[in-house]
């Protein structure tokens, strides 16, 4: 889940930039923040240091990988270091990394942070401390039941009858079923070169064991839908789309290669331009220096990321520096329970929501994406929003707006105590959690943070607790009080 602080349009309009833009990130696990941390620091490499194919590659394993060459787990390990180093730390956290704010977390989780590197440094030796493909094995085969000998057939009517049915033609079965049977989805080399276990996708739970709470380490991820569907089945090179005979030219590996690739290409050209002062477009034209008199062009803005404390929707209302400063909140499908009325409180009159749905979540049947569209609807309404008005219609997003007139006071609950859940969205503990034997690896001493809670679906992001109740409420997060920041 993140959330955009708002930039008055006045100073927009007067060429005046005073504030950076700020974006506030809202996880349920210190796993994800580490690896939001990677990711964009794997992003903002200098160029100087990481070429752009090398980034982009680089990206794509740490990314979706289940397994990595040895030079990329290299690189993990190396930032790993770098990054239990600078958590404890906040000034030189500040120094190195500009971009990146831990200040509102709270001392307890930094340490938990910290921990999650030093288990990516690889201080416990061995593929035996995360064995990857084992695990990944093990989950497939409580996932398909009965049907895991006949997985390649599952993996091809999945594929045909669900994704492709739903716009993902571009997806290949070769590589589909690739990723199903060991995890690797962007086979770039060789696929013996994939070996060494992406420690970046292990997490923590707390399971039930023979009657016992028992601190596991393993992979909850997704094992159904796979990543190709995040940048691998749109492309503004309509020549990336072409078919010929009815079949795609190019596959959602090459797609989302050549996407990623685009997309650190211009971060890199927006560095360029934000270090010599000027606009990335306007870099290319300018010559000379400007006549004496003229205002200087207004310089690309920089940014900061704030990871907020976990479970923490339900307080930040409570904050004066959150209640009513974001002007854009987006929610995946797997963290619709926390569109609550106190976190749209956050949302300024006017801003705006953006809902992922469960388009391509192959569990979830037709009727269904329905219905779960139509308690986004429900969330949202009750939580201060309306439908954007003349947005174009999509099966993969809702776009709402704040209402003007909306308050905490006088929205309805987002749930109603008794609403009954839909099977597939809600389902039991016992029905959905695998056995611990082969799934997990014992922790040697428990994560603070492991709470006891539903296995994740098989599909990217958790919809079970859509309809949940909402937990109690939490003690208020600690805020920076930085004028700043803009919120």
Avoid at 239 to 258: C, D, F, M, W, Y
Avoid at 314 to 323: A, E, F
Avoid at 397 to 415: D, H, I, M, W, Y
Avoid at 449 to 463: I, K, R, T, V, Y
Wanted: aromatic share 8%; net charge negative; proline share 8%.
């Amino acid at each position: 889940m993140k959330m955009r602080a708002q930039i008055p349009e006045s100073l927009r309009e007067e060429g005046i930039e005073i504030l950076k833009p700020q974006f506030f990130v809202l996880e349920n696990n210190l796993e994800a923040v580490a690896r939001h941390m990677l990711i964009f620091s794997l992003a903002l490499e200098e160029p100087e240091k990481m070429g752009l194919q090398e980034r982009s590659e680089t990206f794509l394993e740490v990314w979706g990988n289940a397994l990595l060459r040895p030079p990329v787990a290299a690189f993990v390990r190396a930032q790993a270091d770098l990054l239990a180093h600078l958590v404890p730390e906040p000034d030189r956290l500040e120094e190195q990394l500009p971009w990146l704010s831990l200040r509102a977390l709270k001392f307890r989780e930094r340490d938990a942070l910290e921990a999650v590197f030093r288990f990516w440094t690889g201080g416990e030796k061995g593929p035996e401390a995360f064995p990857m493909s084992r695990l990944w094995d093990s989950r497939l085969r409580h996932y398909l039941g009965s049907r895991y000998d006949a997985r390649r057939g599952v993996s091809d009517w999945d594929l045909r009858m669900k994704l492709h049915d739903r716009g993902a033609q571009v997806i290949h079965p070769q590589e589909f079923r690739r990723w199903r049977d060991t995890g690797v989805a962007f086979e770039l080399r060789d696929s013996s070169a994939y070996h060494v276990p992406n420690r970046t996708l292990a997490s923590g739970r707390l399971l039930s064991y023979r009657g016992e709470r028992v601190a596991a380490r393993g992979y909850w991820g997704d094992i159904a839908t796979g990543p190709f569907v995040a940048f691998g089945i749109e492309a503004d090179d309509e020549s990336l789309l072409r078919t010929s005979n009815g079949q795609p030219v190019k596959t959602a590996g090459e797609i989302t290669q050549h996407n990623v690739t685009e997309l650190l290409r211009e971060v890199a050209a927006w560095g360029r331009a934000r270090a010599t002062g000027g606009d990335p477009e306007e870099q290319q034209h300018a010559e000379g220096s400007p006549e004496p008199g003229t205002p200087a062009a207004p310089t690309p803005e920089s940014f900061t990321i704030h990871f907020l404390p976990l479970n923490s929707a339900q307080t930040l209302h409570h904050k004066s520096c959150y209640n009513g400063r974001f002007q854009l909140l987006y929610v995946a499908c797997g963290m619709v329970h926390l569109l609550i009325p106190e976190l749209g409180a956050c949302v300024a009159p006017g801003g705006n929501l953006i809902v992922e749905l469960a388009r391509y979540l192959v569990d979830v049947r037709q009727e269904q994406l329905q219905g779960f569209h139509t308690r986004v609807r429900e969330l949202a309404q009750a939580a201060g929003f309306a439908p954007q008005t003349g947005a174009r219609p999509s099966e993969t997003f809702a776009r709402f707006c704040k209402s003007q007139e909306s308050a905490l006071g006088n929205t309805v609950p987002a749930v109603e105590p008794g609403t009954p859940p839909l099977d597939v969205l809600a389902q039991p503990l016992e029905a959905s959690s695998p056995a611990l034997e082969g799934l997990t690896q014992p922790l040697q001493g428990g994560n603070p943070h492991c709470e006891p809670c539903q296995l994740p679906s098989e599909s990217p992001g958790s919809l079970s607790e859509v309809l949940a109740q909402p937990q109690g409420a939490l003690a208020p997060p600690n805020c920076e009080s930085d004028s700043k920041t803009g919120v």
